[in-house]
């Protein structure tokens, strides 16, 4: 089985300050990883995405995340929030092998202070 | 490319009526998928399909029908929507076989009101 875990459902940071959110996983197999961004209204769009190459991934509009196989973990960064940031930030796990359906968190909501 | 298309994007029900989520993709994915968002539980999988005739069900499937009789559509049916049902809806399609690791490609989504 597999599973994810957003730490925190809302992250409030200001302008410019470092953004980081949480995510741990589990998976009894090398799994897959993923970061979606939701915009109010919208649907999900892919940020980035771990697929067994680099542990450090970088995606659209300066996020990144690495991979830490001891951790668990799949922690998304940014060095300087901005208004633009505001959304809902989902984590999503699926399996290199066998079934690819994904698993997703709970989701984290990124507030953004002028 | 038009990727993931849902409609309607609103719609309000009264409890009992029954409707018709649609999902159309033009990528050619295998895989398509519906999920319901609520306020705090993330995204929960209802149904699934892996490619045109073969669906299967997921995390929340009661009172939720689907069917896939070609690679393009994929609609949910509710055949007697409860207040329970009131939800944002999720439609996504991924590649297939060798291409697939659960990247998935989402719709806008379609927001119900059960009353």
């Known amino acids: 089985a597999q599973s994810v875990t957003q730490l925190g459902s809302h992250v409030s940071v200001s302008e410019g300050a470092l953004v980081l959110l949480r995510c741990n996983y589990s998976s009894s197999v090398p799994p897959y990883l993923f970061w979606y961004v939701q915009y109010p209204n919208q649907g999900l769009q892919l940020l980035l995405k771990?697929?067994?190459?680099?542990?450090l991934v970088k995606g659209i509009n300066d996020f990144e995340a690495e991979f830490k196989k001891s951790e668990t973990s799949f922690h998304l960064t940014k060095p300087s929030a901005h208004m633009s940031d505001a959304a809902e930030y989902f984590c999503?796990?699926?399996?290199?092998?066998?079934?690819?359906?994904?698993?997703f968190g709970r989701g984290t909501s990124l507030i953004v202070h002028p | 490319n038009a990727g993931v298309t849902q409609t309607p994007k609103f719609q309000v029900l009264k409890t009992g009526q029954s409707m018709t989520l649609q999902c159309a993709q033009d990528m050619n994915h295998e895989y398509m998928s519906w999920y319901r968002q609520d306020p705090g539980m993330g995204l929960r999988l209802i149904h699934y399909s892996v490619g045109a005739g073969i669906t299967d069900q997921g995390e929340v499937p009661n009172g939720y029908n689907v069917s896939r009789s070609t690679t393009e559509d994929f609609p949910l049916r509710l055949l007697s929507a409860a207040p329970s049902q009131t939800s944002v809806y999720f439609c996504a399609s991924s590649y297939g076989g060798g291409r697939n690791t659960g990247e998935l490609f989402f719709g806008e989504g379609s927001r119900l009101t059960v009353l």
């Open positions: 999503a796990v699926s399996r290199s092998g066998g079934s690819y359906i994904p698993t």
């Open positions: 771990y697929t067994s190459a680099a542990t």
